[in-house]
């Protein structure tokens, strides 16, 4: 209540203890083709260990997509992959293909069988793509004939090198009084082609004494009824709908007496998986369109694989339109790869490229293709260097700040570079700097090099470098999260003194790790004027002088006649 009316304590606790948030400032982002995985969908990696597990290992349509992430993957462990597909199917164990894009795709429109007839049938691959068409799903029911001796594939192994006891009845149905209903059954998912483990015949999953029952529970709690043991825990396949020899699978067991079985193994070859790995402009466009809301989507790093001569820049101003828009990240584009490779004077075909590319401070292009070891397929390949500029950002959060620069010896190593399709010299260089490209170059003794940290920014300003732009960056979205708190206080004396109070630690502790030489915050009447208030606005005014790196060093070395001291000539 707000007031006593008789004598009494009231206690009221007043929370003063909030701070400026540490935010993120290390997570890439980056839209490809890829052989597997989930289509039109944000997923996080952590590792090209991953990578390879969740969208497959590259082949010679999908190297430059895979080898780009893998890139960055080299310098940071927090990367946002949308997989983009044009034309792919998942293989199914009917007669054609179907597109199964995502879990939310399956969910809205095949989870409840929709998807089943004879073109489907009962099982569907995870995901879209040819590797599906390697998949052999085999089901083993309750009363299934000489389960000692049954083969999941000929001349492979049996079902009993795999499961303890053939299937029976389920505990829950036991517990339930129906000790007899035979409700349980066995999947095994087998590789039979060999295309995704390299074996043919490898065993990839098991799923042991599911039950047919739709209320079935495991001792957990949790659902032991086969079509969501599936659907939550395998990861390359999804059901589409019963088998025919199981006739009444999904009753409730409470109400059946009997389960339907079938005395020999079901066995599902799945089929009709394609792959199309020629993605569109359009559809890598909107890929990068799932990354594109900076309220819903962490991502501060986007890169791409780059584009090519017959659609010069589609992508790489898509990059720079999303990064531009979102303001709180950074876009790193990078020529084609005609440009560099085997280009006769590739310093004007890069600065060519460069010159149409929008001014911008939230991007930043590079000047080579990289030549990198796809250890997949034992062979060498040309990539965009985007995925590797944005790595070393990442890299660089880790051992300095993000107002540090990435380039030079210090942080702009790269990593797995075999050699550059263009090395520049001195004056391509400085010819490059102009156009606002920052060079890779490899010096004798010193390794592969960023050796500028320009933005694309065309006019002189502060923010035409890197780690200005990436130091705003970090400031902006830690304190505009810190004001969130400021949102429907009372404008007054209290309130921008309160907030006055959390902004200047926080940019002394910057200033102090030498992100900034000076600031000042002003958060008064001085900026919120009565009209200010009156509006139901809020002003804080915060001035920053950025610490700037060092792209010049002159060094002057000056002989003196002996005997001449050095005060005379240089002072004290």
Known sequence: ?????????????????????????????????????????????????????????????????????????????????????????????????????????????????????????????????????????????????????????????????????????SDYAVSLGKSTIGDELHVVVVDEGGLISGTAGTVLETFAFMSQGSDAKKSDGTSNYYVDVINAGSDYIRWANHPATLGNAGVLISSASSIAGSTTAIVDSLAHGTDDNAPTNGEVSLGYDLLADAETVDVQLLFAAPDTHATPNVIAQKLIAVATARKDCMAFVSPPIEDTVNESAPAAAVKTWADSLSSSSYASADSTALYVYDKYNDKYRWIGAGGHIAGLCAATDRTADAWFSPAGASRGQLFGVVKLAYNPVKADRDTLYKARVNPIVSFPGEGTLLFGDKTLLSKPSAFDRINVRRLFNTIEKAISTAAKAQLFEFNDEFTRAQFKNLVEPFLRDVKGRRGVTDFLVVCDTTNNTGQVIDSNNFVADIFIKPSRSINFITLNFIATRTGVSFTEIAGS
Request: hydrophobic fraction near 40%; charged fraction near 15%; include cysteine.
């Open 1 to 169: 209540m707000a007031f006593q009316v008789s004598p009494g304590v009231q206690v009221k606790e007043i929370d003063a203890t909030s701070v400026v948030p540490a935010v993120s400032t290390s997570i890439g982002g980056f839209a490809g083709s890829f052989n597997w995985g989930p289509v039109d969908q944000i997923t996080d990696i952590s590792s090209e260990k991953q990578l390879a597990e969740v969208f497959g290992t590259p082949d010679s349509n999908t190297f430059k997509y895979f080898l780009s992430a893998a890139g960055f993957l080299k310098y940071g462990n927090a990367l946002k992959v949308v997989r983009v597909a044009s034309g792919h199917l998942n293989a199914t164990a009917g007669t054609q293909g179907l597109l199964v894009k995502n879990d939310v795709h399956y969910n809205d429109n095949y989870s409840s069988g929709q998807a089943h007839d004879t073109q489907v049938a009962e099982w569907v691959a995870k995901c879209p793509g040819t590797l599906g068409n390697s998949l052999k799903v085999c089901v083993i029911t309750e009363g299934v004939s000489n389960f000692a001796s049954i083969e999941y594939m000929t001349a492979v192994g049996k079902y009993s090198d795999l499961f303890d006891a053939a299937p029976g009845t």
